[in-house]
């Protein structure tokens, strides 16, 4: 049986296009994701002058997705791929062959080289790929520079999202390392997940919805702007207070700090820098969040337990906010200008 392009006829052409990328044999097409990101893609196919896009399929790091079946038949396929916005500003190069319309919400377009603005399509660079054939199945592969197999893959992908949610997985290698197991224990544990969710087909789920709920468990810092944040914590511990830095949150990143459970307040000082480390400057003031509450902080990293007389220590006298925790679950500062 063949199949018109994705399922249908172009209305521009008049005889119907079928696609194959063989003649004779039958070979669906499937994706894979040997990336550390969730990917939506979209699929593009041309024949004749004319072009078909259908998306979005969604593939998980180290996972595969057929996104069509049945004897293909077509001059040229193409693939764009997007990253989620979790990550912040795309990871992916938006270099390719050809433009082609997609919808923001899954799709089908059947003249694909003219866009309806009114129905929300846009044009997007597609790049053209041949995929590898290994019995009825075609199969085209994205990778990145890592250079990943499957499962590790998979486990990158883990480390990234738990990275971005604010729990210490790096660095994000695709290995198993006490920092990965410990930081994916203890997202296991706010989340109230079992133990096997590790393996499960729902983990990158969970821990997307982690990402979307900064606000949840615990305590975070949110990077809304375009540098790098260095930021340090101050923990109240038996009527004395600790404080401790640097903490490096990268624009479009959250991190959360080591705090003790159910703490009654915290206190938050991060300033903004440029590439070279330096504090970004707004007129004759730097880009910084804080507050009232005098605490001391060093040059490099450090931990204080004594907040008298900064000065007379070689420390810096800074001024935190306040974070009243008192019968909260969780709380978020975020970054902003």
Not at 35 to 46: F, N, R
């Amino acid at each position: 049986m063949r199949h018109a392009l994705l399922g249908l006829v172009l209305a521009l052409c008049a005889t119907a296009i079928t696609i194959a990328l063989t003649a004779a044999a039958r070979a669906d097409l499937q994706f894979c994701n040997k990336t550390s990101y969730v990917l939506d893609l979209a699929l593009a196919l041309e024949q004749g002058g004319a072009a078909a896009t259908r998306g979005w399929f969604r593939v998980e790091p180290g996972g595969c997705k057929t996104v069509l079946q049945g004897t293909l038949e077509a001059e040229k396929v193409y693939l764009h791929a997007r990253a989620l916005p979790a990550y912040g500003a795309s990871p992916l190069p938006q270099m390719g062959h050809a433009d082609f319309c997609v919808a923001d919400t899954n799709f089908i377009i059947a003249g694909a080289k003219a866009c309806t603005s009114r129905s929300g399509q846009r044009l997007v660079r597609f790049s053209q790929i041949n995929p590898s054939q290994s019995g009825d199945m075609l199969t085209a592969y994205l990778g990145e520079e890592a250079d990943y197999d499957s499962g590790q893959a998979r486990l990158a992908g883990v480390q990234r999202l738990l990275v971005i949610a604010g729990y210490d997985a790096n660095p994000i290698d695709g290995l198993e390392g006490k920092k990965t197991s410990a930081a994916l224990d203890a997202f296991l544990k706010d989340r109230k997940l079992p133990a096997d969710a590790a393996s499960s087909a729902t983990i990158f789920e969970a821990l997307l919805d982690a990402v979307k709920e900064a606000d949840g468990l615990g305590f975070s810092w949110c990077n809304e702007t375009s540098f790098a944040v260095m930021a340090a914590i101050g923990v109240e511990q038996q009527g004395a207070i600790l404080t401790r830095g640097w903490y490096r949150v990268e624009a479009g990143k959250c991190v959360k700090p080591d705090v003790p459970a159910k703490p009654t307040r915290l206190y938050s000082f991060a300033e903004a820098v440029d590439k070279d480390g330096q504090a970004v400057k707004r007129g004759d003031r730097t880009l910084a969040w804080g507050g009232p509450a005098q605490l001391c902080t060093g040059e490099v990293k450090f931990e204080i337990g004594e907040q008298k007389n900064c000065a007379a220590q070689g420390l810096t006298s800074t001024g935190f906010a306040v974070i009243d925790m008192a019968g909260k679950q969780g709380a978020t500062v975020r970054f902003r200008e």
